[in-house]
């Protein structure tokens, strides 16, 4: 199978989304997918570094989460191992556009079969976060009406 992909056009600068990964405060906000919340117990923000975090569903049942950082490109490329089940790899790569920045998001499983399993839970969870990516994003953006100016 291939990985699960998307690809999202958002209008604000490669800097401006990056920020939002790289800020734990910010990333708590916006992670995952509709109702869910999160605690983030360990944020390590540079390549090899540790990210634990437990993510609250709805209904409060806590899902824990272990990632590893393992390519940080500032405000370029980002890859995030998931080690805890189902263990999966995150791809994220920021495009410049005339209009703001091209994200796109691919998901490796470790094999077909978890591919296949999860595919109708990941796929709308994917979009949905990156619903959240983008409002963070742009309500930072008319937060800070400064970091716009050129």
Known sequence: MNPLTTSRQIPAPPEAIFAAFSSPERLARWWGPNGFSNTIHVFEFVPGGRWSLTMHAPNGAGYPNECRFSVIEPSARLVIEHISEPRFTLTLTLEATNTGTLLHWEQLF????????????????NEQNLDHLTAEVLSSASASPATHAQ
């Open 110 to 125: 470790v094999s077909d079969e978890a591919a296949q399993k999860l595919e109708s839970l990941a796929v709308p969870a």
